[in-house]
Structure formats: C-alpha cells, structure tokens
C-alpha cells in the first residue's frame, strides 16, 4: 500500500515569506508526527497528532511555526517569517495509533531552503 | 531530558567486515529502543527495536541488545555488506511522561566498499 507522502519534496523561498508543507499520512493512522532534520544531525520532534488534536506540540521552536490536520488525515506545517536558521529536511511520519507499541513510519521529508 | 549518543561517522568497512556502531542514551523513565536506518534516496525506516532490558532486536543480520546496566544498546553484523550502505540512528521512546515523541542520536553514516 502507500506509504507516507510528502510535497513539496524540494522548496526553495526567500527570507521572510511563508510557508507550507504537507503530509499525506498512511491510510487508517490516527497518530501524526512532524520531525525536522538539521544536516548532520538526527530528526527532532516538533509536535503530534492524534486525530485532528495536537497531543503534544513541545518541539515546535516558536510562534512562526503552527501545524494543522482538520479532517484527521493530511496534515500542513506552516512556517511564517522564514529565518535562514529554519532551513532542514522536514519529516513527517504516521502511525496506527499514539504509543510506543506502533511503528513510525516516515515519510521521504521535505527539504527547505531559506535564502 | 533523555539523549542518545552515538559513535562519530562516517564508518568506513570492506565487504565482510565486522560492524559495531555504539549507542548509549539517557532517560527519565524506562525507554524503547530502537534502530532506524535510512539509506540513499529513501525515508527513514525501522530497522529493529528492543521494549525491555536484556531483549535483543534483530533484522536483517543486524542484532543490538538493551542493556540497562550500561545503558546502551550497540548496533552489531557480523558481515556487512554494499547494500547495507547507509545512515543508521539510534533512538529511544521514553515511556517516563505524557508526550510520543522519538528521540534520536544523530546519526551515523556507513560506507561499506566492495
């Protein structure tokens, strides 16, 4: 079956502008993730979803960034005033349900570059 | 707050060789373990985990065991091979708390040369 999917795959945007990256998770998964991956380093959790409610939204580094999943099933990262700081592989992953009993599955991330 | 660390890369084997790649990690409560790997091109995939002490994941010829102890959990093959050319990330899922997030170490890059 399809596995998690993301667009863009590459996005390029200025200093300053807006935004937005989408996650189409595996069919049937409740629990949403969204990790971002700075070069040379490991992914770093941002926030979490189970069904259309952020469970937990600890990882997201400020107010500029806000994510959304209104139906329970895609999901969009939006990321105002970008800062070349905000630059990285964006990562998203689904599992059947929150908890550490059901594996992850990531998608192909989305990379960001903010010139 | 929890952490993994693990083994500086990049890794460079020939075809056969041995494989260890170290992990340790800290945490408040009584983690999961767990192996990720991503290899060239590809998303991150689960490649083993362990849920308790002394369990032993394996996959693929891949093999770590949770060893509370030491708090570690190294990732060992017996004999590597081209296609196992890749990134592979130590992570943990902390049981201790509220939140369902992996933490991951950051990564180790293995090039294994025919």
């Known amino acids: 079956g399809a596995g998690v999917s993301q667009t863009p795959s590459n996005k390029v945007t200025e200093k300053g502008k807006y935004v937005e990256l989408r996650c189409d998770p595996i069919s049937g998964h409740t629990a949403l993730y969204w990790y971002r991956q700075s070069l040379g380093q490991g992914p770093e959790f941002l926030i979490y979803?189970?069904?259309?409610?952020?469970?937990?939204d600890s990882g997201l580094p400020n107010d500029r960034f806000f994510a959304v999943r209104p139906e329970g099933s895609v999901s969009t990262l939006k990321i105002q005033r970008t800062e070349r700081g905000d630059s990285a592989v964006y990562l998203c992953?689904?599992?059947?349900?929150?908890?550490?009993?059901?594996?992850?599955?990531f998608g192909p991330g989305t990379r960001l570059t903010v010139t | 707050g929890d952490s993994v660390t693990q083994m500086e890369g990049p890794v460079t084997l020939s075809e056969e060789a041995f494989l260890t790649i170290n992990c340790t990690y800290t945490a408040t409560g009584y983690p999961s373990l767990f192996w990720y790997v991503q290899y060239p091109g590809e998303g991150l995939q689960l490649l083993l985990k362990a849920t308790k002490a002394d369990d032993k994941g394996s996959n693929k010829g891949f093999e770590a065991t949770y060893r509370k102890e030491t708090t570690s959990f190294h990732l060992e093959k017996g004999s590597v091979q081209v296609s196992d050319s890749a990134v592979y990330f130590c992570a943990l899922w902390d049981s201790g708390g509220s939140n369902y997030k992996l933490t991951f170490g950051k990564g180790t890059l293995l090039t294994v040369n025919p």
């Open positions: 992953a689904s599992s059947l349900t929150g908890g550490q009993a059901y594996e992850q599955y």
């Open positions: 979803f189970q069904g259309t409610g952020a469970a937990d």
